[in-house]
């Protein structure tokens, strides 16, 4: 296993397009540089969701 990189952790929100409808967002991915570059840590139906993963997966009042 690659272990736990420190806090605060870097990680981005990808939005994947299903090409169908008017929005065309299927989903939200929340990816990371660990442990390996651009690593898909989790999906989201919405936007909300992904920041609420996004915020919890960093970790900023960690240590």
């Known amino acids: 296993m690659a272990g736990h990189p420190p806090y605060p952790r870097k990680a981005w929100i990808v939005e994947i397009s299903d090409g169908k409808g008017d929005g065309k967002i299927g989903h939200y991915?929340?990816?990371?540089?660990?442990?390996?570059?651009?690593?898909?840590?989790?999906?989201?139906?919405?936007?909300?969701?992904?920041?609420?993963?996004?915020?919890?997966?960093?970790?900023?009042?960690?240590?």
């Not at 991915?29 to 969701?49: C, K």
Request: proline share 3%; aromatic share 6%; no cysteine.
């Open 29 to 63: 991915e929340l990816r990371a540089d660990h442990p390996y570059e651009d690593t898909l840590i989790s999906q989201h139906g919405t936007r909300e969701d992904a920041e609420d993963a996004k915020t919890r997966y960093i970790g900023e009042d960690k240590e």
